[in-house]
Nanobody
Framework: QVQLEESGGGSVQTGGSLSLSCQASGSFDSSSVMGWFRQAPGNEREWVGHIVESGRTNFRDNVRGRFTISRNVARNTITLQMDNLKPEDTAVYYC?????????WGKGTLVTVSS
């Protein structure tokens, strides 16, 4: 079983920055993919970005250039750095890990961006 614990989030004004972290524990392999999704009120959950074993990252178009993901392999942690935040980034952000064909989710953390 895999557990994901998210931290960070909170409230910030437009143009500000926030950092979210997700630490994984349990049994998973080194080739697992970790990433972030978000869900705004009234919307479906959407993919934000992910990082693979090689360290390569990919992001949805409307956050590319503003968001980055880094990985600390020793601590089984990924960090989502969000810069130049916009009100449309307001959402609950969820960490996800995919390993051995299984998907695991964190409980989510709220990010609020005010104009």
């Amino acid at each position: 079983q895999v557990q994901l614990e998210e931290s960070g989030g909170g409230s910030v004004q437009t143009g500000g920055s926030l950092s979210l972290s997700c630490q994984a524990s349990g049994s998973f392999d080194s080739s697992s993919v970790m990433g972030w999704f978000r869900q705004a009120p009234g919307n479906e959950r959407e993919w934000v970005g992910h990082i693979v074993e090689s360290g390569r990252t990919n992001f949805r178009d409307n956050v590319r250039g503003r968001f980055t993901i880094s990985r600390n392999v020793a601590r089984n942690t990924i960090t989502l750095q969000m810069d130049n935040l916009k009100p449309e980034d307001t959402a609950v952000y969820y960490c996800k890990l995919v390993s051995r064909g299984m998907e695991y989710w964190g409980k989510g953390t709220l990010v609020t961006v005010s104009s």
